[in-house]
């Protein structure tokens, strides 16, 4: 769990220089810098999706995913759960929840994420994770002079997250297959062109429905 632990401490550490920074920044500024991350976010979503060795996989994976995260209201109950979260604090950013969801989406459906917490369960050591950690405490500064302190709260569903990869590496012998791994991460890009539609406030995408294509990606992968 050492890569996820220094994950979590550089989103905490970039986000918190982010928000020192976010009262000193014109607002100007700020919705630029906002605008920078949705095209990112956009452009690393397609280069990561069109990586898929099987687009029926995908598809299925999404269509389905969408279906099952609907049904159980997934996106509802997370912002329930930052609602409350951010009653508790007395914040009054009207931002926090979106912050937080939007900071865990991006920090973790790259192939980094999954790749590297599974080989540190493998024990195969946390290098990957720990290059993930310098990228992600960069883009937690951004994020949180553009979104808010909603995005220091988002180390604690990437813990749950990339921690659960990592104990699943330790129960898996040979791990899961590259193919396997890289249909994930291509499900994970559509995704993550949701996120970048929603924070360029083109359409309000429900993220958080599609988080069940992720592990079907998987099972679609075996299947077909």
């Known amino acids: 769990m050492t890569g996820t632990l220094v994950n979590a401490a550089a989103v905490l550490a970039g986000g918190s220089l ?10 100007r500024l700020s919705r630029a810098a906002f605008e920078a991350i949705g095209l990112f976010t956009l452009a690393l979503g397609f280069s990561m999706a069109i990586r898929t060795h099987s687009f ?18 997934l996106e509802r109950g997370a912002e329930r759960i930052g609602d409350r979260l951010r009653a508790r604090l007395g914040s009054r950013d009207s931002r ?26 493998l024990g195969n050591g946390c ?11 960069f883009a937690s500064l951004a994020l949180a002079s553009a979104m ?9 569903p990437l813990l749950l997250y990339q921690g659960g990869l990592t104990l699943l590496g330790r129960l898996l012998e040979g791990g899961l297959p590259v193919a396997a791994v890289d249909e994930m991460s ?39």
Do not use: N, W
């Not at 982010?18 to 607002?27: A, C, E, T, V, Y």
């Not at 989406?105 to 599974?118: K, R």
């Not at 359409?203 to 429905?209: A, E, F, G, Y």
């Open 18 to 27: 982010g928000l020192l920074l976010h009262s000193r920044i014109p607002q």
């Open 56 to 73: 029926l996989v995908v598809i299925l994976s999404v269509v389905v995913g969408a279906l099952v995260g609907s049904a159980v209201h």
């Open 96 to 121: 926090f929840t979106e912050g937080m969801v939007s900071a865990f989406m991006l920090f973790c459906m790259g192939s980094m994420t999954v790749l590297g917490a599974l080989e540190e369960g």
């Open 127 to 137: 290098d990957l994770l720990l290059a993930k950690s310098l990228l992600d405490g």
């Open 148 to 156: 808010g302190v909603g995005v220091l709260f988002a180390i604690f």
């Open 186 to 224: 291509a499900v994970g890009g559509v995704l993550l062109l949701g996120l970048g539609i929603r924070i360029l406030e083109l359409r309000k995408v429900s993220v958080l429905d599609l988080l069940p294509a992720l592990p079907l990606a998987v099972l679609f992968h075996f299947l077909l």
